[in-house]
């Protein structure tokens, strides 16, 4: 315990916590790159923070901007402005101009292939002759404007247009400008201090000075987790001071004494503390949602000192080694079936749940270990009969049983048809939404700066690779092929690769060859025309390659889309705008074929990998049931279906409410189903191993009380599956705790409270 305490300090002090909601989920084994994609997409917007001021007045705007930027450089430690400014784009062209003849559009490109000598020649006249406008050449650079519209066609990937030295847009009514932060903060601590939040509030009300008419809006990872981060500090709270302050006062109003208080409680601490230093031992990160479950652990690691303390009750301190052995048997029986329901939620590939796993069952353990080892050795003077616990015990005498009666058959009956009316009802729903708890206000803004910036969709993509950087691009250009015409009919609204800024090489050839002689040909239309020789100027054409293009500010804009190698091939993504959901299969139809073309829908494999892994925990569910009952038979003999009966009906019941009222089975539901089992046996176990013995009733009172108590509380988390699962557990626990005493044996004789 020592070596915990130095552990606990230093894991509190590192920044080895974890809020990313994807670290919950398995990696899909059949495709693991895919896991690695999403790993890297979340790395490279990890850190970046957008933030969007606007105003119904460009210089309202201005001057908001300029107040947040003001106020934002007070939070330098916090937040530092991002590198990509407007004046990025001055330097993305500088570094293109060598390179412009190898960059074409694919209707510039189809165009220069079909067009008539005729047709360039008077395109070139119609941009000589027109009023002189915004160009980013002159006439004899670039006679048919295709460098121009080159660069419209990339800024049409985004709204966002530079103005006086910012990034602009207009829409809905406002003027806006696009600011963008790097988060220098770095593991959100679990304390519940949210600095970045902190420092947006601020300079928000320094940008607001025109009641209400400027709006400052923001999204980015770093918010989300930091909300995570939170949340998480404020249901530890709830749950775990909750569930503890629960436990203390049933042990008081049980034992009337400190000296149980105080040793119960040090079995929770050091239940949760051994727990927390195992699972960091274990794996390279806590998730806070592990921590946010395991503080349920209090409800379920005071059972033995409970069992302990009710069966210590009215006898002499000499007697505490005694009632220790004669419960041990008992004790192990239910420490087993607790902890392999809590590994068998480690079963399934998830790394969430094997956290949560390793997480409780290490802290029962250690729980049960404070019971035995230290219990006995402290526990010094005497221990009266309270009142409160006197009359528990004699209402276990008064609690009817089980009984092959006609009315007891009536009743069975009619609960069962209730109950099987429930079950026909129930659904099922495997949505990965039901893992995030975001702010509403969060989400609203993310939604609105989705809206305003034309962002992609990071839940559907293209994933690209080829066995070079070339052949990689090559293979994004035949899926641009296939994606082009989609966009012309308004299926989809856009798409973004980064063949469309780094062209291959052979591509980047065949454009030069197409401007080189289209160029000629409108010279000499024009030459015809006017019947002056105008000097040509020959466009300019270097190669680009990937390497100079990376390391260059041109790449900025999209950098993140390529992956670079992995495993020995080079990966990209394709981004998709304006998808919908009804044309889903006919953009995955475009990949179909295509070598080296892969359809990603994160949203739907996640779901269907939890839909997947909900049908196999069911199966484990099963083979829990035949495993505990073999237990059972093992220690009980024909007397095991006592012990196994309540938690099969608590559960049938359980599932039928769930049916009657609506809610839908998921994963964690079954994940709850199967932490009933260990738990709810426990009940049946010492009923059986103490027949008609008072203390051992107190005992599992008290166990099932504070279990509702803290995986009720668990209920109340606003991350929706912790929420269904605490749900499943408080009507589950109920339902078992109520049965369990009609299928008590009948005792043997008449005993006496506490023998």
């Known amino acids: 315990m020592l070596l915990v305490a130095w552990d606990q300090v230093q894991f509190w002090q590192s920044s080895r916590l974890d809020t990313d909601v994807l670290a919950l989920l398995p990696p899909d084994e059949h495709q693991p790159i895919i896991n690695t994609v999403a790993r890297k997409l979340t790395d490279e917007n990890g850190r970046q923070i957008v933030v969007l001021v606007g105003a119904p007045d460009w210089d309202q705007t201005r001057a908001a901007a300029t107040r947040f930027r003001a106020e934002m450089t007070q939070h330098s430690d916090v937040l530092a402005p991002s590198s990509v400014t407007a004046a990025s784009l001055e330097e993305a062209m500088a570094f293109y101009i060598p390179a412009r003849a190898g960059l074409l559009t694919p209707a510039q490109r189809d165009w220069l292939g079909q067009a008539s000598a005729n047709a360039l020649g008077d395109a070139a006249l119609m941009r000589l002759y027109q009023p002189t406008g915004p160009r980013l050449t002159d006439w004899h650079a670039d006679p048919l404007g295709l460098w121009q519209d080159w660069w419209l066609s990339r800024a049409a990937e985004s709204n966002v247009r530079p103005r006086d030295g910012e990034l602009w847009l207009s829409a809905q009514g406002r003027e806006w400008v696009l600011v963008l932060f790097d988060s220098k903060a770095g593991t959100f601590a679990v304390s519940g201090a949210t600095p970045i939040s902190n420092a947006l509030q601020a300079a928000r009300q320094a940008a607001a000075h025109d009641e209400g008419q400027t709006q400052v809006i923001a999204a980015g990872v770093p918010l989300y987790a930091e909300a995570a981060a939170a949340q998480a500090n404020d249901e530890m709270s709830t749950i775990g001071i909750g569930s503890m302050l629960a436990v203390l006062l049933l042990v008081w109003l049980a034992f009337r004494a400190l000296r149980p208080i105080v040793l119960v409680g040090l079995s929770l ?207 994004e250009e035949a899926l641009g092929a296939r994606l082009t015409p989609l966009v012309q009919r308004g299926v989809l609204g856009g798409y973004r690769a980064v063949s469309d800024w780094l062209p291959s090489r052979a591509m980047q050839e065949r454009n030069a060859e197409l401007v080189r002689r289209a160029e000629q040909q409108a010279w000499s239309a024009v030459t015809r025309a006017t019947g002056q020789m105008a000097t040509q100027a020959a466009p300019p054409h270097a190669a680009l390659d990937a390497e100079t293009w990376l390391a260059s500010p041109a790449s900025k804009a999209i950098r993140g889309q390529w992956l670079g190698d992995m495993d020995g091939q080079s990966y990209s993504l394709v981004m998709l705008r304006g998808v919908q959901q009804s044309n889903l299969a006919e953009i995955e139809a475009a990949g179909d074929g295509l070598t080296g073309v892969q359809w990603v829908n994160r949203t739907a494999q996640i779901s269907d990998l939890i839909a997947r892994y909900r049908d196999v925990m069911l199966g484990y569910l099963l083979a829990g049931y035949t495993g505990v009952l073999l237990l059972l038979l093992w220690r009980f003999r024909r007397q095991a279906w006592r012990a196994l009966m309540p938690t099969i009906l608590g559960t049938l019941m359980t599932l039928s409410i769930f049916g009657w009222i609506g809610e839908p089975i998921q994963l964690f539901t079954v994940l709850a189903l199967l932490l009933l089992l260990g738990m709810g046996v426990d009940y049946g176990i010492f009923l059986l191993e103490h027949p008609g013995d008072g203390s051992a009733w107190v005992a599992v009172a008290l166990a099932g009380v504070s279990t509702l108590l803290s995986f009720g509380l668990l209920g109340l988390s606003a991350t929706p599956a912790l929420r269904a699962f605490g749900l499943t557990m408080l009507i589950g626990e109920i339902s078992i705790w109520i049965l369990t005493p009609f299928f008590r044996p009948t005792a043997p004789t008449t005993q006496p409270h506490g023998h």
């Open 269 to 475: 601490v050091a239940g949760c503390a051994v727990a927390l230093s195992v699972t960091a031992l274990i794996f390279p990160k806590v998730h806070l949602l592990t921590l946010v479950f395991g503080s349920s652990l209090v409800g379920v690691a005071e059972d033995y000192g409970f069992h302990y303390f009710s069966a210590r009750q009215g006898k002499g301190e000499a007697d505490r080694y005694r009632v220790l052995e004669a419960l041990l048997p008992g004790l192990l029986l239910a420490l087993g079936t607790s902890v392999l329901a809590y590994l068998a939620l480690g079963i399934a590939p998830f790394p969430g749940l094997q956290q949560m796993a390793v997480f409780s069952a290490t802290g029962l353990l250690a729980a049960f270990l404070t019971v035995v080892c230290w219990f006995p050795w402290m526990d010094r003077g005497p221990l009266h009969q309270t009142t409160f616990a006197a009359r528990v015990a004699n209402n276990l005498q008064r609690w009817p049983r089980l009984q092959a009666t006609r009315n007891w058959l009536v009743f069975g009956l009619c609960l069962g048809g209730l109950t099987l009316a429930g079950l026909v009802q129930l659904r099922s729903q495997d949505d990965i939404r039901q893992l995030y708890s975001a702010p509403a206000q969060l989400l609203a803004e993310q939604v609105q700066i989705n809206e305003l910036l034309g962002q992609p969709s990071p839940a559907q993509f293209f994933l690209v690779r080829g066995d070079s950087a070339q052949q990689l691009l090559q293979h």
